[in-house]
């Protein structure tokens, strides 16, 4: 625009023309832009001033000038004002020049436009020389005189006093009129209008006066509602300002160094500020300290607790002394530092006082977290403000009964914050004052109670509100908005709640000095929180809260330091003035206490006793904390939970679980977050925490879980609850009633009962499965028996303890349990076992109540109906649990009653009932005797005694009665027990492994359970259970079973066996015994018949002695066990079986050979494990320390069982056959079928046709009551006996043959034609018999071994004069077996478990417990080096006794085979089979004999040389012999750990030399018939002899066969 710079020249120059219209075209633009006003302002000065300057400058004429001026005046109100600027401005400029013609075109300019400003304007403005030259005034001088008496007058004279001794007079009726009485009716109106006067008439100043107000306000402070009023009405008068000046400056006035500021200028302050007549932002200015110094302080502050802190936590070395002087330099510091007067606290304390809490508010607000209630009289104020606020909320619901409380006055002041009248009114403004006073809520106990009380009557609230929730459900008259509404301002209010808690009450808990009433308030209101709300805030408190103050950092150190200077001292002898002291200290401070404690006690468990018996003086709060800082402890992150060798659990975990069991037994302490913590561990698949349910469980309820019971502990847990507790238990389990019921409680209250059980029951298999991956074995087995002690110990508790209601609610059915929750069928059993006796019991009693019969046989009738009313929905339950198949061998029924019975339904144990009588007895004689003992104690303690005599007594009765009725019921029972439809062999093997081997191993009990039952089951005569078959499956072959166990679970099978060989032992130990308690029964039946078939005549049981050599093979077989266990070198093998063995030490070695064969390997280990493995050493010491001792009862062999041989009629080969048999036959069919085998293709169709086979021989199970093998009874010692048996028997052989002219002239033939199907099964069966030969001759003492030499020297010379002939050969052989009494048995019974194994059905092999998996295929190698340990001490001529056995083995059972089986080939056929076979035979036989004989001298000669060891080559020539003598692989018996398919390679080789040899063996058998059967007249008498006794034994037999044929035409 053109304004901004200088006119143009043109418009000067053409003026008239354009120029003048130009410029008032400008100013009128300039004029109408009203946008921006100051711009337009200065542009249009600009253009006055340039046409100003034109004139002065003589360019244009000021009449000119006038003119357009004149015109521009108009276009603005102010114009005339903005020309007197532009003339100020040149009057200036000109006066300065020397020009004299500017300075008069100036002045002629103004005087032209003195129509346009007036007067007064230029006077303001112009200088008074100019003035006088304009004329406006006469003189200048007289102008400037006149202008300095006016600004005197107006500036300096005194018209106001605000001295009060300038005007004494008006102060002084000043300050009467305020001072005067105010009682009457004196209105604030009335002085103002006073004081009005008083200020007009004496000339006072105003804001003296007001002043003056305020300094007798403070005075007089009671008179708030005179004043108030009066200084409000002043300040109409006032400026705004004003009263905030005059009291800052009152404030200013005290800020001098140690000034003080009146607590009275502060109240007068607050009111002002409560009333609005000032504002705190323009007051709090004035007031000192600035708010960046207060921050610097409450840095310092913290700086400071952190390095006292430093100091507590650092170890000083120094002495004593130097500390002591350091205390005292502290303070005199402190007194020398006096802190500067804080006006902003001041005020604060006034504001809250008076109760404004809003302003108060917004200073805290300016200050850092609790630097102003971090001061005691602010705190104070602060709570007396909330006292009052809460007074009418807490007279209504938060006094106690029977309290008075001292009521407390209410604020006269209605701006005051509105007192709470309910809940929601806390919302509001107390919780938010409790927050802003935080830990420092501690300085009024008084409140903190009011507090806590008011949150208790609002849970009571909570509580009561959720009841009628639930009570009027069905009533709907409030609207559901209502309710939602409500429901949601309580769940807001409870949040509000536990804030306050956090952070108000526990960090002024901790602040307070050990107040246990305090403490105890808290808990009243705590207890009715959830425990997990109480955790979370305890977490808070320990974690967070600590760190949040300086003042908490400094007790945090403080609470430590003590602690440890506590803990240092604490001793059991001190445990009384230690625990006092702990508990003080608790008080306050129980986080940081006991998490100090824990941590010792984890490092020193010799803390522990005097720890927990020191807790006693502590609160129900704080033992809520202990549990809270126990749980956080146990789940530590960073804390291992195993030690660095990884095969135990960490001993800070043990000291925990053990502090855990005492504490929570001792002391009430809520046990749920226990509990849950150790169910969210299992959850998670971690077991080791177990631990701690486990000591809890043991101390709370008494129910100890080990493994060290003695038999006398363990027959009284089979007795009544009351025999239980007085004999069972290692401790006298006292005082336990209420803390179990402590613990029963908290499990239901939280639904735990029931989830933990499970939860166990599912870990066991967790930890191997999930847990156990890259974890020790040996830990793992220890995590695997604690999780089932544990399940076991806390099963028991929940039997004992809940009631048949609670528990029948609980545990699901057992299918449900099995098939849902996917427990283990023994976990599941053992839950539901109480609840099957409960229901039981009480239906009983129903139905007594319901009938009043009282004869014995009513009763048993009811208690039969009971049973089957509870039992028979289980029966159907179980069906589910297995294959349909296992139900044909054994009945639902059965299979129910085996788990749900237990050791109190089958046996009384008396004599531990008359142990504890006896006891108690002895007791009462010791207090009859007792002079000392005071005559009422011995009153009181003889009445005990009797009390307890009597329960025992009337228990030893109920228990009785009991007994009875289970027996009864089994009676009935009983028949429909097996069903045995396919054999019975198979339905031992599915009770052994069904029943039998899961419960044997669950707990100690169980294991005698187990026991008892098999020996139940035998004298109850069950039909289709064979006791023998049953006993001889247990024996047989114990290593897999030993080797899959757990450590506990070893010792459990061992109380097994040992109960087990209790009974066999009473059998072998007393003919009159055996006939009573066997002799007639069905279990000792040798002849297994078709099912349903079980009468038998005497003939088919097996005789007393035919039982004890079975026993002696039992106890062989046991011996072969250990020894390969004890050989293996494997760590689990070595501990079990050591553990097994020191279990059976009663029973086991009982016979002198077996004892130091076990002697010297368990020697072998201690001193191989001395270094190595300690904890083998030590069993194996332990145990060989204790077989010593046994040494004296141990009895030779032929004390245990008769080594010459009885008569031969009845039973002589029964147990070749194995009780169960089916093992010889298996040994006959494979000669023939071998020879048979000629392309692959038959053997295939031979397998495909073999199972049915099996069944056959099964059910004929070569019943053997013909057979007259020696069965380890060995010949007499002269040979002519012998030769004589021979002959009488192969006559008879032989003359069978002639008389029956059945297609099958020759055995093996005849096997061929029915059987041969089993051929290539039952060759390897045969084979590894052989095998296993060998090792079992082991264990011989040397006095044996001589005795071997010398019958060798004899058998030479006999040979020597006699002719070689078959029958010779055969007597040697029977010499051998007399060395061996055993060894043939266990070859019968091998074959026997073998055709088992082999014959169609997957049967585990006897005694694998839980796994029938192939056995592990170790290198050949290592096989032959044990076998070679094994066999030091074999007799020489082995191979040929085992051959000759088998071939005799073979004949007699050919025999019994014969009379058993029907022809499948037509005769003719046969008879040409027949011949081949013959023919073949003879030649190979012939070959043979002459080389066996060589080598039999030769290994004569070699063995009367060498020493005990057989040397390598010996084993060698032997290997090759057994190759000839067709024992294939004798030198390396097979260990029994060796799958029946691992030398297959080897067998491969030896197939056609063992085919070859057995038929070799037939055919001897064959020619020995003819070569010795002297005269046919002896042999006709024979067969006449032998038709009769056929007939006798046979008659089961002939039955057979004909279901034998119709089956065959079936199949």
Request: aromatic letters at 6%; charged letters at 30%.
């Amino acid at each position: 625009m053109a304004a901004a710079g200088a006119l143009p020249a043109e418009w000067i120059k053409n003026w008239e023309k354009s120029g003048k219209s130009e410029f008032l075209q400008l100013c009128r633009t300039l004029s109408e832009n009203k946008s921006h006003e100051n711009v337009t302002f200065r542009d249009i000065q600009q253009a006055l001033y340039e046409l100003a300057n034109h004139v002065v400058k003589g360019n244009l004429k000021h009449d000119q000038a006038s003119n357009v001026l004149s015109d521009v005046i108009e276009f603005r109100d102010d114009m005339s004002s903005i020309l007197a600027d532009v003339f100020c401005i040149l009057d200036i400029e000109t006066s300065c020049l020397e020009e004299k013609s500017k300075r008069d075109h100036f002045t002629q300019l103004v005087l032209a436009c003195l129509y346009l400003v007036s007067d007064t304007v230029l006077k303001e403005r112009l200088d008074p020389e100019t003035l006088e030259s304009l004329g406006l005034i006469k003189q200048s001088q007289q102008f400037n005189q006149k202008s300095v008496k006016i600004k005197t007058k107006l500036f300096y004279k005194q018209q106001k006093f605000n001295l009060l001794r300038e005007e004494n007079e008006g102060y002084a009726k000043l300050i009467a009129e305020l001072g005067q009485d105010l009682s009457g009716n004196i209105t604030s109106d009335l002085i103002l209008e006073n004081i009005k006067s008083l200020i007009g008439c004496f000339n006072l100043d105003p804001n003296r006066v007001l002043d003056i107000i305020l300094e007798v306000y403070e005075c007089r402070p009671e008179y708030d509602e005179f004043f108030v009023p009066l200084i409000e009405s002043y300040m109409y008068m006032c400026e705004p300002q004003t009263l905030c000046h005059i009291l800052g400056f009152k404030f200013k006035f005290y800020q001098e160094p140690n000034g003080e500021t009146p607590s009275s200028l502060y109240r007068v302050a607050a009111v002002l500020l409560q009333h609005n007549l000032i504002d705190l932002e323009d007051l709090y200015v004035h007031l000192l300290p600035v708010d960046n110094a207060i921050l610097e302080e409450h840095k310092r502050e913290i700086v400071e607790a952190k390095q006292i802190v430093r100091k507590l936590t650092m170890v000083v070395l120094s002495s004593e002394k130097t500390e002591e002087k350091e205390k005292e330099k502290d303070k005199e510091e402190e007194k020398t530092e006096k802190p500067p007067d804080n006006q902003k606290l001041g005020l604060l304390e006034a504001l809250l006082k008076v109760g404004d809490w809003q302003h108060s508010q917004s200073i805290m607000d300016q200050m850092p977290p609790f630097y102003a209630t971090s001061h005691k009289p602010i705190a104070i104020a602060l709570c007396h403000l909330v006292h009052v606020t809460i007074e009418p909320l807490y007279r209504r619901v938060g006094v106690p009964k029977g309290a008075k409380g001292s009521p407390i006055s209410n604020l006269q002041n209605k701006r005051a914050p509105k007192q709470a009248e309910s809940f929601e009114d806390l919302r509001k403004e107390v919780f938010n004052m409790l927050c802003y006073l935080g830990p420092h809520l501690s300085h009024d106990p008084i409140l903190f109670a009011k507090v806590v009380r008011l949150g208790k009557a609002f849970m009571k609230e909570v509580g009561t509100s959720k009841k009628l929730n639930s009570e009027d459900r069905m009533v709907k008259f409030q609207s559901d908005g209502n309710k939602q509404e409500d429901k949601e301002r309580m769940e807001i209010l409870f949040s509000c709640l536990l804030n306050i808690t956090d952070q108000v009450l526990l960090p002024s808990l901790t602040l307070m000095d050990c107040n246990a009433c305090m403490s105890e308030e808290l808990w009243g209101m705590f207890k009715t929180f959830p425990y997990q709300y109480r955790y979370r805030l305890y977490g808070q408190w320990k974690n967070e809260t600590y760190n949040s103050h300086p003042l908490l950092v400094k007790v945090k150190a403080q609470t430590i330091d003590r602690a440890k200077y506590i803990m240092k001292r604490l001793t059991k002898e001190n445990v009384k003035p230690s625990g006092r002291q702990i508990g003080k200290l608790s008080h306050s401070n129980p986080t940081i206490l006991f998490d100090y404690i824990l941590s010792q006690i984890q490092k020193y468990d010799n803390l522990i006793t005097p720890v927990v018996d020191s807790l006693k003086y502590l609160t129900s709060l704080n033992y809520d904390v202990l549990a809270y800082c126990i749980i956080e402890a146990l789940a530590n992150p960073e804390k291992e939970r195993m030690k660095h060798d990884d095969t135990t659990i960490s001993s800070w975990l043990q000291s925990l679980a053990s502090f855990c069991g005492a504490v929570f037994r001792k002391y009430p302490i809520e046990l749920a977050g226990l509990l849950q913590y150790v169910a969210n561990q299992l959850k998670a698949g971690k077991s080791f925490d177990l631990l701690i349910l486990k000591e809890v469980v043991q101390k709370m309820a008494g129910i100890e879980i080990t493994e060290e019971m003695t038999m006398e502990q363990l027959e009284a847990m089979t007795g009544g609850e009351q025999l239980k507790a007085e004999g069972g238990y290692f401790g006298q389990i006292r005082n336990t009633k209420k803390s179990s019921q402590r613990l029963k409680d908290a499990l239901l209250d939280h639904d735990l009962a029931l989830p933990l059980c499970l939860l166990m029951a599912q870990q066991r298999n967790g930890v191997i499965f999930q847990e156990g991956g890259e974890k020790h074995l040996k830990l793992v087995g220890k995590l695997y028996d604690q999780c089932h002690d544990t399940l076991v110990q806390f099963g028991g508790f929940l039997a004992s303890n809940l009631s048949t209601e609670d528990y029948i609610k609980r545990v699901p059915s057992i299918d449900v349990l099995c098939n849902e929750f996917h427990t283990p069928h023994d976990a599941a059993f053992f839950l539901s076992r109480p609840m099957y006796a409960h229901h039981i019991s009480s239906k009983y009693d129903e139905l007594k109540k319901a009938e009043k019969g009282n004869k014995q046989q009513h009763k048993v009738h009811k208690y039969i109906t009971s049973c089957e009313l509870v039992m028979a929905p289980v029966h159907d339950a179980v069906i589910s649990l297995h294959l349909p198949k296992v139900w044909d061998d054994i009945s639902p029924q059965f299979y129910a009653t085996f788990w749900s019975l237990t050791m109190y339904d089958l046996a009384v144990p008396h004599n531990s009932y008359d142990r504890e009588v006896n006891k108690l007895k002895v007791q009462m004689k010791a207090i009859d005797d007792n002079q000392e003992m005071p005559p009422n104690k011995k009153k009181k303690e003889k009445e005990r005694c009797t009390a307890l005599q009597d329960k025992l007594l009337e228990e030893e009765k109920k228990q009785l009665e009991h007994v009875q009725r289970v027996l009864q019921r089994l009676k009935l029972e009983k028949d429909n027990w097996l069903l045995a439809k396919s054999t019975k062999n198979e339905t031992i093997t599915k009770f052994l492994q069904l029943c039998i081997f899961p419960r044997c191993i669950f707990s100690a009990i169980d294991a005698v359970y187990c026991a008892h039952f098999v020996e139940l089951v035998h004298q109850q005569k069950t039909p289709n259970f064979s006791t023998l078959l049953c006993y001889d499956r247990v024996f047989s072959d114990i290593i897999y079973t030993v080797a899959s166990c757990t450590e506990n679970e070893a010792s459990r099978y061992g109380r097994f066996l040992c109960c087990m060989l209790e009974t066999v032992t009473r059998w072998h130990s007393d003919r009159n015994i055996y006939e009573k308690e066997c002799g007639n029964y069905p279990g000792f039946l040798t002849i297994l018949r078709a099912t349903g078939f079980d009468g038998g005549n005497k003939a088919d049981q097996l005789d007393y002695e035919n039982f004890r050599h079975v026993v002696h093979k039992w106890h062989y077989k046991l011996t072969k066990a250990s020894v390969h266990c004890l050989e293996t070198g494997e760590y689990t093998h070595i501990r079990n079986i050591l553990i097994v063995l020191t279990k059976i030490l009663p029973w086991y070695p009982k016979v002198l050979n077996l004892g130091q064969a076990l002697e010297r390997r368990v020697h072998k280990i201690c001193q191989e494990e001395k270094e190595k493995r300690p904890d083998l050493y030590a069993l194996a010491m332990g145990y060989s320390g204790q077989l010593k001792s046994r040494k004296p009862y141990m009895v030779p062999e032929n004390e245990f069982h008769h080594k010459d041989p009885p008569a031969r009629n009845a039973v002589a080969a029964t147990v070749q056959n194995g009780p169960g048999g089916g093992g010889l036959p298996a040994s006959l069919t494979i000669n023939a079928a071998k020879l048979e085998e000629s392309t692959a293709e038959e053997t295939d169709k031979l397998k495909e046709k073999s199972q049915g086979a099996v069944k056959v021989i099964n059910k004929a199970a070569s019943a053997t009551p013909k057979v007259t093998t020696s069965n380890g009874n060995s010949a007499s010692n002269s040979k002519i006996i012998k030769e004589k048996d021979e002959k009488e028997k192969s006559g008879k052989e032989k003359d069978k043959e002639k008389k029956e002219k059945t297609p099958a002239a020759i055995p093996e033939a005849k096997a061929l034609g029915k059987d041969g199907k089993d051929k290539p099964k039952e060759e390897r069966a045969n084979k590894d018999d052989k095998t296993r030969e060998t090792k079992e001759k082991t264990p011989k003492s040397d006095k044996e071994k001589e005795k071997v030499k010398k019958e060798e020297k004899t058998s030479k010379d006999e040979k020597s004069k006699t002719v070689v002939t078959n029958a010779e050969i055969k007597s040697a052989a029977e010499k051998e077996r007399e060395k061996e009494p055993s060894r043939e048995r266990d070859v019968a019974k091998d074959m026997k478990s073998k055709e088992n194994i082999k014959g169609g059905e997957k049967l585990p092999v006897a005694g694998s417990l839980k796994s029938p998996v192939p056995r592990s295929e170790t290198s050949e190698s290592e096989r032959e080096q044990k076998r070679r340990k094994v066999d030091t001490h074999s007799s020489p001529s082995h191979s040929s006794t085992v051959k000759e056995s088998l071939s005799e083995l073979k004949d007699s059972s050919a025999k019994h085979y014969i009379n058993h089986t029907t022809p499948a080939l037509s005769k003719s056929k046969e008879r040409e089979v027949e011949k081949k076979d013959l023919d073949k035979s003879r030649e190979r036989s012939r070959e043979r004999e002459k080389k066996d004989e060589k080598d039999r001298k030769d290994r004569k000669r070699d063995h009367s040389n060498s020493d005990r060891e057989v040397p390598q080559d010996s084993t060698k020539r032997r290997k090759e012999e057994n190759g000839t003598t067709g024992s294939s692989k004798h030198s390396k018996s097979e260990s029994p750990s060796d799958s029946p398919r691992s030398n297959e390679k080897e067998k491969e080789k030896n197939k056609s030399k063992s085919s070859g040899k057995e038929k070799g063996d037939s055919i001897k058998t064959e020619k020995m018939e003819k070569s010795s059967s002297g005269s046919k007249k002896e042999s006709r008498h024979d067969k006449e002899k032998t038709e009769k006794k056929e007939k006798r034994d046979s008659t089961g037999g002939k039955e057979e066969k004909k279901h034998h044929k119709s089956s065959d035409k079936h199949r």
